[in-house]
């Protein structure tokens, strides 16, 4: 618990009949709940008005820094909702924990670790009619952070507010999981030694979707990032981390060098992984590497992972030059079962043995 007590103002909810249509059909990312989180910081005051409001608009000076210097960060995590009804979170701290890391790349303030979780646990229990029960659907969370002073002087944030929105969304694969074409970015990078790959801010994202397009009209669903040097280690996908299987019961996985960005996803399936009694390297891999492996056998499966489609199976990696294709385009054995190995914990029907379960909303909680 904090110190900081939330004002709650009720909204004025949807309808069932309005939410039920939502949540029949979510997808990803269009949908609101009816509450928001916002908590404002400023130099003399630290963390204040922390409150739970109904979602909307926010106002904003014209001369607010985000809008002109990018000071913006984010988190993505889920609230899942249990066969019992129970609605459960998956590793909040760990967010908390990352927001932090990218907060002091981008000169913003710290927020303590139980302040973001509080936070988390408040809006999903007054939007917990709003946490989906379909398969594979979640409420996703989105804590963002943004300097907010009217200021057009360049300098770290002397004022900031801290948001929570939510919303559910839908089976990121309908009809299965289906293995994505990934492209091998062509000399534009997402981050440079001694940049912001580490950080989880929106200038990453805004850098990746020219990279993105290019990936589009070639065919391809995803974009993969090397090392601006050598354009060869591989860095990561434009909003998640890569792993190859090797035959040898191996994961490789890059190591987390400053460029790319500690995935929480990753984190666990590596657990996973080892628990399963698989070595796990977390090492420089290259491009060549992952080519000459499967052509002599040595890797048999690609996936790549984040909180939003847990985790990917990569049928085929193209450039201009070559094209790697995994033979029958059919999800990885491993990966398929790591999937739903998590997936299982999320949802209940495994045992959470690392505890990186809370527990929100209990089963059934009485009206
Ligand atoms: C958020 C993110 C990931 C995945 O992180 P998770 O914690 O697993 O969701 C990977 N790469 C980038 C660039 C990201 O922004």
Request: aromatic residues 8%.
């Amino acid at each position: 618990m904090t110190d900081l007590t939330f004002t709650i103002t009720e909204a004025e909810r949807r309808s069932a009949e309005d939410r039920e249509a939502v949540l029949a059909n979510p997808g990803f990312g269009d949908h609101f709940t009816d509450h928001m989180v916002s908590i404002v910081w400023t130099q003399d005051e630290g963390w204040h008005d922390a409150e739970i409001l109904p979602f909307g608009p926010i106002s904003m000076n014209p001369a607010s820094s985000v809008l002109h210097y990018g000071q913006e960060i984010f988190e993505g995590l889920k609230a899942y909702r249990r066969a019992d009804g129970s609605i459960v979170t998956f590793r909040a701290e760990e967010n908390a924990r990352r927001l932090n890391d990218s907060a002091r790349r981008m000169a913003l303030p710290e927020l303590p670790v139980e302040l973001f979780v509080e936070s988390v646990r408040k809006l999903v229990e007054i939007d917990a009619e709003w946490v989906p029960s379909g398969d594979d659907q979640t409420l996703y969370i989105r804590p963002f952070m943004i300097a907010d002073e009217s200021f057009l002087g360049v300098r770290a944030a002397q004022r900031a507010r801290f948001l929570i929105i939510a919303s559910p969304s839908g089976a990121y694969f309908t009809g299965g999981v289906k293995p994505v074409s990934i492209w091998l970015s062509q000399g534009l990078s997402r981050a440079g030694q001694g940049g912001t790959g580490a950080a989880k801010c929106g200038g990453n994202y805004a850098a990746s979707l020219l990279p993105q397009n290019q990936a589009a009209e070639n065919g391809c669903q995803q974009v993969l990032f090397t090392d601006s040097n050598t354009v060869d280690t591989i860095d990561e996908l434009g909003g998640m981390n890569l792993f190859l299987v090797r035959s040898d019961n191996t994961l490789v996985t890059p190591e987390l060098n400053g460029n790319i960005l500690p995935g929480i996803t990753r984190k666990s399936l590596i657990q996973l992984a080892q628990d399963r009694g698989y070595s796990v390297e977390e090492r420089a891999v290259t491009v060549s590497e992952w080519r000459e492996g499967v052509a002599d056998g040595s890797i048999t499966e690609a996936f790549a992972c984040g909180t939003a489609a847990v985790i990917t199976p990569i049928g085929q990696l193209k450039s201009p030059d070559f094209t790697i294709d995994f033979g029958d385009n059919a999800p990885g054995e491993l990966t398929l079962s790591l999937r739903e190995e998590l997936t299982g914990i999320q949802y209940g029907t495994r045992e959470d043995r690392h505890g990186w379960l809370e527990v929100i909303v209990p089963a059934h909680a009485a009206a």
